[in-house]
């Protein structure tokens, strides 16, 4: 199979697709693998590197989407919507449900997109998004911290605090692994955290684990209202699998804060749990509403690409080496609960039911499409 990545063109995306081991990996098993010149330079790798694992580097983004399969970090981006094809294999992250633009491109161009957020291991967790997943939820304390500060916008609040002065608050709605990293990194750094969540047996998860460092709240409006009150720093960090992140907290909501309390919206690439947030970059990070700073990047695990590179490619590499040796529709009939529920688009269909939903198209279940 000839495989391609491309460059990541979304702003201050400095992931790459793959790292040099999976190239070489692939390249043993007799895969082409096509990299676009300059593609791992943010993430530490260069060409020379690359090509000596196996690579064949190749000047343009529309050499490496000339392949079998392309392997991305990010979803697609209006400028590369001129390279969708029918049967070419996208595998990346799509989160699809705030775009229906490009969902109905990949339909529209009957391309077999493949998400990562989507696929499914046998115990129903999310394997491929989960490190990305570590890597925002401990960056979102980090970036939070930082807006705190009062040259950023913030309230002039140090999370740790010091010795006669109150420690920082840290709010995190959900406590999966997006919010148990993020109350890790916060009860490191010394602050007050408390956790809600709607899952009585992961909360009590969570107090086992944080062995009273953290408190938590079943997550209701009353509850949330509450912790706006006194909560320095608020992270959204609810997912729901392949759909849109429920809106916990509206403009009206943010009244309840302290000008210069600070919100960031790890959602945001979902949609967001925050009325008030939008997608920006790492290029302009924040921004303030209603005297509240937002952070809001969507893509934050680019900040930090080399682990973020490396932490990606140890997931999904054995899910591309079954794609590759197989092909795709073999390899997703082998696979029905893994990569089958990673297919969200096949042949101009929307195989995913959150995104059909989301987007406002028509479901069609891929065991009627292979």
């Excluded at 790492?282 to 900040?303: R, S």
Aim: charged share 20%; with cysteine; aromatic share 4%.
């Amino acid at each position: 199979m000839i495989i391609g990545v491309p460059t990541e063109i979304k702003p201050r995306e400095n992931r790459v697709g793959i790292n040099p081991g999976g190239v070489q990996s692939l390249a043993l098993a007799g895969h082409t693998v096509k990299i676009q010149a300059g593609a791992g330079v943010g993430s530490g790798f260069s060409d020379d590197e690359l090509r000596q694992a196996g690579a064949t580097i190749v000047p343009t983004a529309a050499d490496a989407w000339d392949a079998d399969m392309v392997m991305k970090v990010k979803e697609p981006l209006q400028p590369e919507y001129q390279y969708f094809r029918p049967g070419l294999v996208l595998f990346t992250y799509l989160h699809l449900a705030p775009l229906p633009e490009l969902t109905k491109e990949l339909m529209a161009k009957k391309v077999r997109g493949i998400a990562y957020e989507t696929i499914e291991g046998a115990d129903g967790s999310l394997p491929l998004l989960r490190p990305m997943s570590e890597v925002a939820g401990r960056m979102s304390v980090q970036v939070g911290a930082a807006s705190l500060e009062k040259e950023r916008g913030g309230k002039g609040i140090l999370l740790g605090g010091v010795p006669g002065t109150r420690r920082g608050r840290v709010a995190i709605l959900g406590g999966g692994i997006v919010g148990s990293n993020a109350a890790r990194i916060a009860v490191g750094m010394g602050a007050h955290v408390t956790v809600l969540d709607v899952n009585h047996e992961r909360m009590a998860y969570l107090e086992d684990i944080f062995q009273g460092a953290i408190e938590t709240l079943y997550s209701n409006p009353r509850n949330i209202a509450e912790v706006l009150g006194w909560a320095d720093l608020v992270i959204g960090a609810v997912l729901v699998a392949g759909a849109r992140a429920p809106r916990l907290i509206s403009r009206k909501d943010l009244g309840l804060m302290e000008p210069g309390s600070v919100i960031v919206d790890v959602a945001v690439d979902q949609g967001g749990c925050i009325e008030t947030c939008r997608p920006t970059t790492h290029d302009a990070p924040t921004f303030v509403l209603d005297d509240i700073v937002h952070y809001c990047v969507a893509n934050m695990p680019g900040g930090v690409a080399q682990t973020s590179t490396f932490a990606l490619t140890n997931v999904t590499l054995r899910y591309a080496e079954r794609i590759a040796a197989l092909g795709v529709e073999a390899a997703v009939k082998a696979d029905p609960i893994g990569l089958g529920r990673g297919v969200n688009t096949w042949d101009g269909a929307c195989t995913y039911a959150a995104v059909a939903e989301g987007v406002g198209v028509e479901h069609t279940p891929l065991d009627r499409l292979l």
